[in-house]
């Protein structure tokens, strides 16, 4: 599976959009790229996946660049209860194994 | 609702002793995964299982052990051949990578 890089930490005001990069440019053809969060002391919890399209869905906007080898999470109204560490993963289940590598994510803080 | 429950949500060991988490689900997911984290830290995947009866090594198997008898059912041991086991243990599991993965609240193991 590809590696991914985020940025360690970023802040965002409430209210505003929060849009989080991820670099992943050995990603291969059939590696979708894969976003969870994790709030403190708690589960990582699934919030949007794609592949070559843009997505959308109740949480967030995924954009992915032609190219594929970055993408941006986008949570258009981030609110005090987005805080959270973000997980970007490049992951594929071709093969025997499915499984996710999580890395060390971005601290996103929402700040009132 | 279905989901994935972990218990206890708290666990204290003494140095030597065995102990076991439980992980149980009722999503009817033929996988399940279990992940370790420590503090400020990525998780890292211990062992998964795909189908029941059958599990494989993760990237830090070591003083661990599983069982996959049922479905729903994933409990992870944590031997006393595990020199370092306070951590965050959280389990998971996905039925398609479409789905990705739901995660449980986790259990925070502590030895003392």
């Known amino acids: 599976d590809a590696k991914t890089t985020q940025p360690t930490s970023m802040d965002c005001a409430e209210g505003r959009a929060a849009n989080l990069p991820c670099n992943h440019s050995t990603i291969s053809g059939n590696e979708y790229v894969y976003w969870y969060r994790q709030i403190h002391s708690q589960g990582p919890q699934y919030i949007i996946h794609g592949l070559k399209n843009n997505e959308t869905n109740e949480m967030a906007s995924l954009i992915i660049t032609e190219d594929r080898k970055s993408s941006t999470l986008i949570l258009p109204h981030a609110t005090l209860r987005d805080t959270a560490v973000y997980y970007c993963?490049?992951?594929?289940?071709?093969?025997?194994?499915?499984?996710?590598?999580f890395g060390s994510g971005t601290q996103l803080t929402v700040l009132p | 609702d279905g989901g994935i429950t972990q218990s206890p949500k708290y666990l204290f060991r003494k140095e030597g002793q065995n102990v076991t988490l439980s992980c149980e689900q009722n999503?009817?997911?033929?996988?399940m995964y279990w992940y370790r984290q420590d503090p400020g830290q990525g998780l890292r995947l211990i062992y998964y299982?795909?189908?029941?009866?059958?599990?494989q090594k993760g990237d830090i198997a070591e003083g661990y052990s599983v069982s996959r008898e049922k479905k729903e059912s994933f409990p992870l041991t944590v031997t006393s051949a595990q020199k370092n086991p306070t951590a965050f243990y959280l389990c998971?599991?996905?039925?398609?990578?479409?789905?990705?993965?739901?995660f449980g609240s986790g259990t925070r193991l502590t030895v003392v």
């Open positions: 998971a599991s996905s039925i398609s990578r479409e789905d990705g993965y739901t």
């Open positions: 999503l009817n997911h033929d996988a």
């Open positions: 299982s795909q189908i029941v009866n059958d599990f």
């Open positions: 993963i490049a992951y594929s289940s071709s093969g025997s194994a499915r499984q996710l590598t």
